[in-house]
């Protein structure tokens, strides 16, 4: 609510947008959450799509180490 501060000769105005504003922020947290929820959705979903491979250890290559000299 908005409140002029009454002075003579001024007009005292107050405003009120609770409701307004409320139905506002309502409608700007559903947006929020439903992106996050997409988000999240689309996270793991390409998480889950991906597959594990499995990784060999280093070969056993004798090394020569007047060669890499």
Sequence with gaps: MWN???QPGIATASVDFTSE???LAL???SLL???AGLIAFA???QHMSQK????AGPASVPT???DAA
């Design 21 to 23: 504003f409320s139905l």
């Design 33 to 35: 959450a439903l992106s």
């Design 64 to 66: 020569d180490y007047r």
């Design 27 to 29: 409608g700007l947290l």
């Design 43 to 45: 996270a793991t979903r």
């Design 4 to 6: 002029f501060i009454a």
């Design 52 to 55: 594990t491979e499995i990784v």
